[in-house]
């Protein structure tokens, strides 16, 4: 992500898990998660099994609902174009983070409640 797009820090009072630990957030604006590949995941893990999906209009974000009961799928291309991005940034930015993670709290991803 470029710095240059990424919001001032703020201080974060409310409705950021930064607020626990009197951390500094950042807000990231929804083109570079795209850019990144984020967007891509999101949908492609969890809201296209469950029949949605998250869209970006003018740098907005909106959540769709799929009418097919199967849910979405995602073109050979926009597979290859998303994962693609996603690995980059995932070398370029991601893993340092996944590392400073795991080294904090022995995991990447939080478990669920029973199992879920």
């Known amino acids: ?3 240059s797009d990424v919001q001032e820090p703020r201080e974060d009072t409310e409705g950021s898990p930064c607020r626990r630990s009197n951390a500094i957030s950042k807000r990231v604006p929804p083109r570079e998660l795209s850019a990144a ?5 999101i949908n492609r893990q969890i ?5 949605m999906e998250l869209t970006m ?12 009961a199967e849910g979405l799928v995602f073109s050979e291309q926009e597979l290859i174009d998303g994962m693609n991005n996603f690995t ?4 370029t930015t991601g893993l ?6 795991v080294a904090k ?3 990447v991803v939080q478990g669920g409640i029973d199992g879920i």
């Open 88 to 91: 980059q940034y995932m070398r």
């Open 1 to 3: 992500m470029a710095p």
């Open 105 to 107: 709290y022995k995991f």
């Open 47 to 51: 809201l296209h099994p469950l029949g």
């Open 37 to 41: 590949g984020i967007l891509f995941q």
């Open 96 to 101: 340092p983070i996944v590392k400073q993670r």
């Open 57 to 68: 209009v003018d740098d907005h974000l909106f959540v769709d609902r799929c009418a097919e």
